[in-house]
């Protein structure tokens, strides 16, 4: 069997983590492959609930391997403390390795996250914070510092010394903020080094061999596409490919290994942060569905943007993708709704659009065309079978597949893994 991506097909937050984790069962490996913690993965099931930041939401099932790929970044310090919340919940993380090619968040990227953010003024991009920008501009720089450089104390050495002393540098003379000092830092990841020791991996041959031996491996994507650093709101999105082309790079695979991808859409739009959101619904409805669905950042606790669905994004998304089905999550939301609106297009200086723009300008300036569709009013988390949904539900899931040119395999009317409807095969 082959690989298996699932992939955000709007702002992130569509609830990869639960979709993840209800397809573990069956697979053998699950790998991130991009971005760091920016992401907060939902995941309920019988240990309880997480909100994984690093740790593959595969990590539950004993018999899948995890892997954290080359295309990820990692904080030391978070995943160190992931990996052992996760621990104290009874779970093994012996399963779990990380890429000795994965950049590392050093305390400077944290840092310049924030002075950045905070020099971009009116146009800040509302990052989480978390240096995820910087940490990627250092490796594409050629300046970054590798999980595998920790293997060896004085390469380490050598190499923070000279990163540091450049990054000092913006930070003083460009900032005006104090320097950082390298003994601190030295020490502090030394000590990481120790504890990730045994989980660091040439993790690229790992997931090769796997595919070569006809295992399952699913790629786990974090983020969504319109927060992808080609295709997505540019400048209003992260520092990543958050596509399934982002998979093949940030795991050293070939395109040829990947033969599904499984778009995730939520039944509605959300999006935290700055930048256009053409859906976006500032009034009372928004705040309905806010507060039905507790959309609030799992990373940042900020209030997430709500709004339609966005049929122009989620068609993009099938093509940018190729999506061969999705997964439509947070039906349940919509059970208050008396009626449903669907965006189908944007009208933007007198024409109709039916792609979304890459200018974020003509994009701010986008005024959704709404269809309307009847709400149907009850309660739809216990159903478990798609035909027991009520014929409005059906109706919009049938709209949307046909809106954005992909068929639905699972219907979640609910958080946790049993509260999902199956219309066809999944891994
Ligand atoms: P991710 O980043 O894509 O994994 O998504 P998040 O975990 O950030 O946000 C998704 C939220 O929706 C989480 O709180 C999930 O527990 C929740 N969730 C996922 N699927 C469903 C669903 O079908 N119904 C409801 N009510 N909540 C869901
Ligand atoms: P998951 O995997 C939602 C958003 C941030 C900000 C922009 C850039 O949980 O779906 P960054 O810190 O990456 O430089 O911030 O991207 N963002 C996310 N929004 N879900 C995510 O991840 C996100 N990761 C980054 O809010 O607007
Ligand atoms: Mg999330």
Request: net charge negative; proline share 5%; with cysteine.
């Amino acid at each position: 069997m082959p690989a298996v991506a699932v992939i955000g097909a709007q702002w992130g937050d569509e609830g990869k983590g639960k979709i993840v984790d209800l397809l573990s069962e069956k697979v053998n490996m699950v790998v991130r492959f991009s971005g760091g913690n920016n992401a907060g993965h939902t995941v309920i099931n019988p240990y309880g609930e997480f909100k994984l930041r690093l740790v593959p939401s595969g990590i539950f099932h004993r018999d899948a391997t995890c892997i954290i790929g080359n295309g990820v970044v990692i904080d030391p310090a978070v995943l160190l403390e992931e990996i052992e919340g996760i621990r104290k919940s009874g779970v093994s993380v012996e399963r779990l390795f990380v890429s000795d090619r994965a950049n590392l968040i050093m305390p400077y990227h944290r840092l310049l996250d924030g002075l950045e953010e905070e020099a971009r003024g009116g146009g800040a991009i509302g990052t989480t914070r978390r240096g995820i920008g910087p940490c990627y501009t250092d490796k594409a720089g050629r300046l970054g510092i590798r999980v595998g450089d920790l293997l060896d104390k004085e390469v380490f050495r050598e190499r923070l010394s000279f990163v540091l002393e450049q990054k000092n540098r913006v930070i003083t003379k460009l900032y005006d903020a104090e320097p950082l000092s390298f003994d601190g830092i030295y020490a502090e990841y030394c000590g990481y080094a120790d504890e990730l020791v045994p989980h660091i991996r040439p993790t690229d041959m790992m997931v090769q061999r796997a595919l070569e031996a006809g295992q399952t491996v699913l790629l786990e994507g974090a983020q969504g596409t319109m927060l992808d650093i080609d295709f997505g709101t540019y400048p209003y999105v992260t520092s990543t490919s958050t596509i399934v082309g982002g998979a093949c790079s940030g795991l050293g695979i070939s395109p040829l290994r990947v033969d599904r991808v499984i778009g995730v859409c939520k039944a509605y739009s959300t999006r935290v942060g700055e930048g256009p959101m053409p859906t976006e619904l500032t009034g009372e409805t928004g705040e309905r569905i806010r507060e039905r669905a507790h959309e609030y950042g799992v990373v940042t606790r900020r209030p997430r943007r709500c709004g339609w669905f966005d049929a122009v994004v989620g068609r993009f998304s099938t093509r940018i993708n190729g999506f061969s089905d999705f997964a439509l999550t947070r039906l349940d939301i919509l059970d208050i709704m008396p009626s449903i609106k669907i965006c189908t297009g944007y009208r933007v200086d007198g024409r109709t659009l039916t792609d979304p723009p890459s200018s974020p300008t003509v994009l701010a300036r986008c005024e959704p065309v709404y269809e309307e569709l009847a709400g149907w009013e009850s309660d739809i988390a216990g159903v478990r079978r798609f035909e027991e949904l009520p014929a409005a539900a059906r109706s919009y899931v049938r709209r949307l597949e046909e809106l954005i040119d992909c068929p639905a395999s699972v219907v979640s009317v609910g958080p946790s893994r049993e509260e999902t409807i199956i219309i066809r095969d999944v891994p």
